[in-house]
């Protein structure tokens, strides 16, 4: 089994369903979602990807702002567990301060591209995702997509033009799936696609529903189809479930619990 993990930056659920994103709305209705699921404080993007990728809350991993800070207690990613398991691991990203996710030489591959400030930029990182797909069989692909935050930022959460950055960061998905099927891989992938916080106004970083609120979709081989999730979800159930799905023993630090709901008996 492959997982395909996809966070969208400052995409907030109710942007789901205002904007343009039928691709998005296609892995919905063949996938298990919900839009209730919970971010952590402070909800700003490094911390909010650490809880995601090692599965537990800030006040264990410790790092509060955009700025790494290594842990006294090291907590593993789901990255690292994968790459230590012999699973080959990319991560492609457009915003550099996510270089901390996992442990030096966890990855496989891994691609930078500075920039989340255009649109341009999330579509570059799906073709250089793409490229590499088609290059080496990754079986643990991270994908970051930053130009919805930005747009939220310069133009207001729930704008047009951040709803557009939503419509954008769809195709962009939709590509880079496309990729997986073109290449006969997607009946052996589960995709998870979701966001690190949502905002409102101009900014997020509280603990208000529009900025802790995240979608949390999950698709694929062995996923309940069209079914809406009653279970909570919790951002740092993203790293436990994935590793669920691929069959890697759970680390002991982390706290995440297996949204078992989603999965077909």
């Known amino acids: ?34 839009g209730s699921a919970r971010s952590v404080m402070p909800s700003i993007t490094l911390p909010c990807h650490m809880s995601m990728l090692r599965g537990v809350d800030v006040t264990r991993h410790g790092v509060t702002t955009n700025t790494y800070q290594p842990p006294a207690r090291p907590v593993p990613s789901l990255l ?40 341009e930029g999330d579509h570059l990182v799906a073709d250089m995702t793409i490229s590499f797909l088609e290059r080496l069989d990754l079986e643990v692909v991270m994908v970051y997509l930053g130009y919805p935050d930005i747009a939220g930022h310069h133009d207001g959460w729930m704008s047009q033009p951040y ?41 997020h970083g509280t603990d208000c ?7 949390w979709l999950l698709h694929g081989p062995g ?5 809406a999730l009653e279970t909570p979800v919790r951002i740092y159930d993203t ?8 069959g890697l023993p759970p680390s002991p630090e982390w706290d995440g619990q297996v949204v078992t709901e989603a999965l077909m008996a």
């Open 1 to 34: 089994m492959r997982v395909l993990l996809i966070t969208v930056d400052g995409m907030r659920p109710d942007g789901l369903e205002q904007a343009e994103t039928p691709f998005l709305d296609r892995l919905r209705s063949e996938g298990a979602f919900t």
């Open 80 to 119: 690292d567990v994968a790459k230590e398991k012999g699973r080959r691991t990319g991560f492609f990203y457009n915003w550099e301060e996510l270089r901390d996710l996992h442990a030096t030489g966890k990855l496989d591959v891994s691609f930078l591209y500075w920039d989340c400030e255009h649109a």
């Open 163 to 203: 709803l557009d950055s939503l419509t954008n960061a769809d195709g962009c998905i939709a590509r880079i799936y496309g990729a997986f099927e073109r290449l006969g891989l997607a009946d052996d992938t589960v995709t998870l696609v979701t966001s690190d916080h949502g905002g409102h106004g101009r900014s």
């Open 209 to 215: 529903d529009e900025d802790l609120l995240i979608p």
């Open 223 to 227: 996923i309940r189809a069209g079914h």
């Open 239 to 246: 790293c436990t479930t994935l590793a669920h799905i691929l």
